[in-house]
């Protein structure tokens, strides 16, 4: 068993040797055999230990645990202290994904920090088939029942091929010791019920079952790249790089067999999920839009567009501004001067407003729908959709337009396009904004 899985390791991971490795060690059975593989094999290894404090006195006898260890092997080791059942109810989500985001950011901010190269998990062949009766019962499609991945960018997990009972033998060979979670007994959890109740049924069916699905999961590997490699030979047909979006022809599309799938699974990596959503999009009047944590899918007449949502999208909804404004691509410079009869008003790409007329601070925001102002040279107040419907604006070219207001919420600046009436320079200005691109 030793032999086997060094072979592995250094077959399948040579790229390991002589990196600066990062280990996520919880004291468990798995993650100390990982570690003194990898101290045998002489690797450049960290300890990274995380102290939940949902255990009470078993969570501090786990990191003394690692601690004890880390020096007895002479490794360095990270500990970080987590109040995850306070960071669980801040974030409203549920004790185990608190605890995946503390410790997979904190082990980001460790790589960073400390240069390592990769971190190594030592997720096993029986986490992988739990993850796949998990994903199975969530509806995740193929791409979640082909297991966890051995690579995943910077992650490495080595002992994917192995079972929990190789790892036991390992352990046994070597004399190892380890810390058991009590946590892990309890049915309480999803991935607890797989293991202790449904796996020993399994096992009375086929007593190989493990070996057998690990090889069942390499054919659905298998399967997935061959699908991966037929959708990047569809995609010319309907889907087109424009500069910073992906314009996806529907007319096109839908002469794909299979369209609905192909779409789906060609949007997946950009963070849509929602199977209904995506395809009620496909019927939806021109103007509709699905968002991810990442990107807007927006309809626009007969074609999706696909962009990345702008940074100041993410950033708060109300943004004030001084001295600066910063819309995308496109910096504004803004002074405050007194009048001068001299200025050309007129001059293209450089708007002037009345200061003495502004409530200060100014501030920009993304236009909505009930928005209105009055258009330079016009009385009355008009709303944006319709003036932007005289312009002939597209769909993207609407969602791309800021407004520049001040305080009492009245609009000063259509970005790009007309100051409001209420604000322009007259011969009793005495104080002018100059607003002009850098």
């Known amino acids: 068993m030793i032999n086997i899985i060094k072979q592995h390791i250094d077959n399948q991971f040579p790229y390991l040797q002589q990196k600066k490795l990062l280990l ?20 450049d290894i960290a300890l990274a230990h995380v102290n939940f404090h949902l255990r009470e006195a078993e969570s501090d006898g786990d990191e003394a645990f690692v601690r004890e260890l880390a020096s007895k092997w002479q490794v360095p080791v990270f500990v970080h ?32 920090q400390h240069k390592f190269q990769y971190l190594l998990t030592a997720h096993h062949l029986d986490d992988n088939i739990e993850t796949f009766f998990i994903n199975l019962n969530r509806k995740s499609g193929l791409e ?9 960018a910077k992650i490495i997990r080595p002992l994917l091929p192995f079972s929990r009972s190789e790892l036991m033998q390992y352990a046994t060979e070597n004399q190892l010791t380890w810390r058991e979670d009590s946590s892990n007994a309890s049915v309480k959890y999803e ?15 086929n007593p190989d079952f493990r070996r057998d699905f690990r090889k069942s999961m390499e054919y659905l590997n298998h ?29 096109e599309l839908k002469k794909v067999n299979h369209y609905e799938y192909v779409l789906f699974e060609l949007l997946k990596p950009y963070g849509f999920t ?9 019927e939806a009047q021109s103007g509709k839009k699905i968002v991810s944590d990442t990107h807007i899918l927006l309809k626009d007449r007969m074609k999706f567009v696909l962009t990345e949502i702008p940074q100041e999208d993410k950033c708060e909804d109300r ?15 803004v002074e405050r001067l007194p009048y001068d009869a001299n200025i050309n008003f007129k001059k293209k790409g450089i708007e002037y407003l009345d200061a003495e007329k ?24 008009k709303k944006l959709s319709d003036y932007f419907r005289d312009l002939k604006l597209s769909v993207i070219e609407k969602r791309k337009i800021w407004l520049l207001c001040d305080a009492q919420n009245r609009i000063l600046w259509v970005m790009g396009y007309r100051i409001d009436e209420r604000f322009k320079v007259t011969e009793q200005t005495n104080e002018i904004i100059k607003i002009q691109p850098l």
């Open 358 to 381: 502004v409530a200060f601070p100014m501030y920009k925001k993304r236009w909505e729908d009930g928005d209105a102002f009055i258009p330079l040279g016009m009385k009355g107040n």
């Open 223 to 251: 399967a997935n790249t061959l699908i991966k490699d037929y959708l990047n030979v569809l995609k010319p047909q309907f889907w087109h790089q424009k500069q910073s979006e992906v314009h996806i022809y529907l007319m």
């Open 191 to 205: 991935r607890n019920k797989i293991r202790h109740q449904l796996f020993p049924v399994l096992e009375s069916i």
């Open 144 to 152: 979640g029942l082909i297991g966890i991945p051995a690579k995943n």
């Open 81 to 112: 202290q987590a109040q995850t059942q306070q960071f669980a109810d801040e974030k409203k989500i549920s004790i185990q994904m608190a605890a995946r985001d503390i410790r997979y950011q904190w082990f980001s901010e460790l790589m960073q």
């Open 319 to 333: 943004m004030v501004v001084d001295n600066h404004i910063q819309v995308g691509d496109l910096s504004y410079k």
């Open 24 to 43: 996520a060690l919880s004291g468990g059975l798995d993650s100390v055999v990982l570690a003194h593989i990898l101290k045998s094999l002489d690797y």
């Open 274 to 282: 929602d199977w209904q959503s995506i395809f009620e999009l496909i």
